[in-house]
């Protein structure tokens, strides 16, 4: 009987309300959790009149009290039974730190147009490449995925449509690839910051800056936390098309062999493909040979491993971050795979009362290694060979097939994919960096301090080609022989390496002081940079099978390219910024910034920027009588910048290339090298300039849980380089210079919401963001046109750019009916299923004068996201959307026509063409019935011209999917474990698009020169869906 009473005597019951220390009134839903010293032991929520009543244990110390928009507040239990207590509001949001530049600000004094994401936040994404993490999160941050082939970082980004951003990280400059390669595991935050404000960066901050913040250590009072976290993953392509099995090739390459449109009348050809070779494949005694499953695998592994260690003290603070990522890739070989390792160490130390220092480290070691070749070859080798070519002679897995016969020249794909055959591309990337930072308290002046700093980064890219040459076999039935076939010949070796060394040193002093309400966070700081670089790469023929260098002949070898260059800038930067109150805010910051690009005499400017902010909120009239706003600030910012990414490294300086493969003379028999001239100095060049406008909003309502803001924002660039197209005399010798001649305008606008919420013990949050932006050419240099037509259509000045030009496409013909009461001709041999253009300038005649804006080229005009989030009692459940609007595509050869290439194979969409219900039928008999497809008839012109030739990419992904549980205190802590997570993460799950067979991402072709985008993009390595698991463990 003791027992019980005893275990009885060990509980009682605390009761109390909970009230808004504003208001006054009763908060409903506020949890409240009773904690142990070793965790949490239960947890209820107030009742709608801010009522609760808990029963806790006598080992229970404190009470916490938690509401969406209010403050935690811990209450010691004591020997309480009665706890009532009133919830201030939460200014942890507002209060949070924002990287914007060489110094820090909150985001309720901020004053510029910068968008903040924490790494929490971008770690929901599982990915290999941290850009992709970015997806769809920050307002006008752009990103398009072009590949996820293993060491593929080629991701695209931009903010609001400017090109490649400036990446700093913790102070530095760096650029994309280092930022691509990092781990989300050490990022603390990253920073966007959009408008004139990255004036303070100068001459690379023409596009925008992005701050990526790494993690550091934190005062523990000498504990440490040490984290350890891995995932598995499955990676499957996303809408990759297959090809035709034996039957509907057959089909196909007799529909097309039957027909002879170059008159208006039919000829029936005996089919390439008789009767009696269809038969083995229908009756099952031959079956299709599948090459894209011999080729490549359905699923591929993925995984990351990290370790961090987290820890300090008063003394000294420290982080220790250790990644490691395997990512394998499709190919059946096993031949194509990437590893990564990642390490970071922030160790910031307390020397003296007023001296303390920071020593950063990282480092990025990558290998890729594939089978000798380019990928784009692999996938079209693969979609073009025939179904009814074996993978191996004879069926013999001894000898593989490569008999030109079945596969019309082309290489066999299963071999071209073995390194054991081809050989191999080993690519080594080794990047390493370090930091020294003192920060000095000046004695005397409270809040003037002095910092200095160095960084020494090194990079050293190495690449290893071996392109063996490897045998394919030919069998001979009569015979019962196998004829080898030799291809590849000679084998080669190539080796280059790249050696890049950047330094940077700042000097500067820092004033943060505050006089009663008057607030300042000023800084003067000198910076100086130097880059240097060193590249060199080899070519060998081998006359044995050896994959080194020094073991070919000494008859073809020589230098493939290499070269060597240096650049470096000087700069003074400055910030006044002042507030009052956090009330009104001002900021003037500056750059006197030197390039080593320019002439003497043009290398320096002087860059500004001014931006200003009011927290109308913070009125009393606004207090008084508008409660359920709580935050409204208005911001104007506006900045000029300039640009030297443009220009040469020594562009005032008459130079030579040395070209000694192409270029020279011939003596002794052999070609010898030789020179060609670079262009004429400009005495005259310089930066572009650049002027950036922005308007900003930000709202909060119903106690912050509703947040909002607007951007509208314009950039002009003026003096962009272009070189005149004045005729000079060919006796000069030489080109003419780079100018600054052109100018643009960049405009658009930002919308992002974010609630947050919950009821009683569920929390939840929905956000969203659309950004749209579009670009104008201002001045332009153009050739003067010859008439009306010709201004109107090849002008650009006065323009958007990227403006795609064709013929509108009317629809299909859909009987010989439409087809003769067309008005307008449509060519000879029409028939039902062509597309008929239409007449767009009304002249009775289909020609090049009808071609006018039909959609847009590049990146997409309209970029949106949309963020959910859950959680409940340890589970949470985070969805992230992503889109783009405004976005159009065009394919050319395989994607477009069925059997392009003759004889190779084709892709299974086209059999949904139209063709007679009779296969024998004259197709122009009117009386013929036809059963309609998507394609017109094979053989006539299936190109997709016009309208019809542009496909629109616009698309809804989900982007992330995680689900998480969180293991219970109470249940890990007795084995020394401070948090335990579970998870299981998905990416690119789900697609929404009009977009027919591809995935929307996939580069199409090229038009009119589109940056960044090449002639065979539409055969990369295709993205990728992802199916991870995984665990976290803090101890």
Known sequence: MLAPLYGLAQTRTIQGRVTDAQTG??????????????????????????????????????????????????????????????????????????????ATTTKA??????????????????????????????????VQQRSSAPGDYSTRLDIRGMGDPLVVVDGIPRDKDYFSRMSGDEIESVSVLKDGTAAIYGLRAANGVILVTTKSGGDMGGKVDITFSTNTSLQQFLNVPETTNAIDYFTLRNERNWQDFGGNYMVRR?????????????????????????????????????????????????????????????????????????????????????????VSLGGIMLNTTKPNGVDWTAYKNTWLTR??????????????????????????????????????????????????????????VDGLSAKGSYDYAVSLPDYHNYHRVFTVYQYNRDSDTYSPIQKGTPATVTRGVNINNNTNMQLGLFYNKSFGLHNFNNFLLYEETYSNWDSFSAFREMHVDSEYLFAGADANQRAQGGGVGDRSSKSMVGQIDYNYASKYMFAFKFRYDGSSRFPEGKRFGFFPSVSGAWRVSQENFMKDNVDFVNELKIRASYGEMGDDNAAGNYPPTL???????????????????????????????????????????????????????????????????????????????????????????NFGYEVSLDYRSRVNEFYYNVGGQISATRIKRTDWLETPANNSYDYWRNRTAGRYTNIWWGTESGGMF??????????????????????YLNDWNEDGVINDQDNHPIASIGLPLFNYGLSLGASWRGIDLALDFQGVHGVFVKYNELLVEALPFGEQNT???????????????????????????????????????????????????????????????????????????????????????????????RPGQRINNEPGVGDVDLYNYPNNKTYTFGASIKF
């Open 814 to 835: 859909t009987n010989y009916e439409d087809i003769r009461n067309f008005s307008v001709p449509q060519g000879q041999g029409a028939l039902p299923g062509d597309w």
């Open 655 to 745: 130079g030579y290339n040395l070209d000694p493969n192409a270029v020279g003379w011939v003596f002794g028999g052999g070609l010898q090298g030789g020179v060609t001239t670079q262009p004429i100095p400009n005495p005259n060049l310089t930066w572009y300039h650049i002027k950036s406008y922005n308007v900003g909003l930000d709202v909060g309502f119903l106690q912050n849980k509703l947040n909002a803001t607007l951007d509208v924002f314009q950039r002009d660039r003026s003096g962009l380089l272009a070189t005149s197209g004045a005729v000079i005399p060919a006796t000069v010798g030489a080109n003419l210079p780079q100018e600054n001649l052109n100018g643009d305008r």
């Open 109 to 142: 004094t901020l004053t510029g147009a910068v968008s903040s994401i924490s790494g929490q936040d971008m770690v929901r994404t599982k990915n290999e490449n941290v850009v992709n993490m970015l997806t769809g999160k920050v307002p006008g941050l752009r």
């Open 907 to 1001: 892709l299974s969409f086209f059999m949904d063409r139209w063709r007679p219900v009779d296969p024998n039928a004259d197709y122009f008999d009117a009386s013929t019935e036809w059963i309609p497809g998507f394609f017109p008839v094979t053989g006539h012109d299936g190109r997709r011209t016009g309208t019809n030739g542009i496909q629109n990419a616009a698309y809804i992904r989900l982007k992330t999917t995680e689900l998480g549980y969180t293991l219970p205190d109470r249940w890990v802590s007795k084995a020394g474990v401070k948090n335990l997570r579970i998870y299981f993460s998905g990416y690119n799950l789900l697609t929404f698009t009009g977009l027919d067979h591809m995935d929307p991402e």
């Open 387 to 444: 179904p009814n070519a074996p993978f191996y002679a004879n069926d013999n897995p001894q000898y593989p097939n490569g008999d030109p016969q079945v596969l019309n020249e082309s290489v066999n794909p299963m071999v071209q994919t073995d390194a054991d055959y081809v050989g191999y591309n080993l690519n080594k990337d080794r990047r390493f960096n370090g930091t020294f930072q003192l920060e000095y308290q000046i004695p005397g």
């Open 25 to 102: 009134e009763a908060l409903a839903g506020v949890s409240v959790t009773a904690n142990t010293a070793t965790g949490q032991e239960r947890a209820t929520s107030t009742d709608d009149e801010g009522a609760y009543r808990i029963e806790v244990s006598a080992e229970a110390t404190t009470l916490v009290f938690q509401y969406v928009g209010k403050a935690t507040l811990t209450e010691q239990i004591g020997s309480r039974t009665s706890i009532t207590v009133q919830l201030e509001d939460d200014a942890s949001e507002l209060d949070e730190v924002i990287v914007t530049g060489y």
């Open 270 to 358: 005996n089919p390439l493909v008789p009767e009696e070779q269809f038969q083995p494949y229908l009756d099952g005694t031959l079956t299709s040979y599948d090459w894209m499953d011999k080729v490549f695998k359905k699923t591929t592994p993925q995984s990351q491993h990290n370790l961090s260690v987290n820890g300090g003290s008063d003394k000294i603070r420290y982080f220790f971050n250790l990644g490691y990522s395997k990512q394998s890739g499709s190919y059946r070989s096993d031949d194509y795979n990437s590893d990564r390792w990642n390490m970071r160490s922030n160790i910031d130390a307390q020397i003296t009362k007023r001296l303390k220092a920071r």
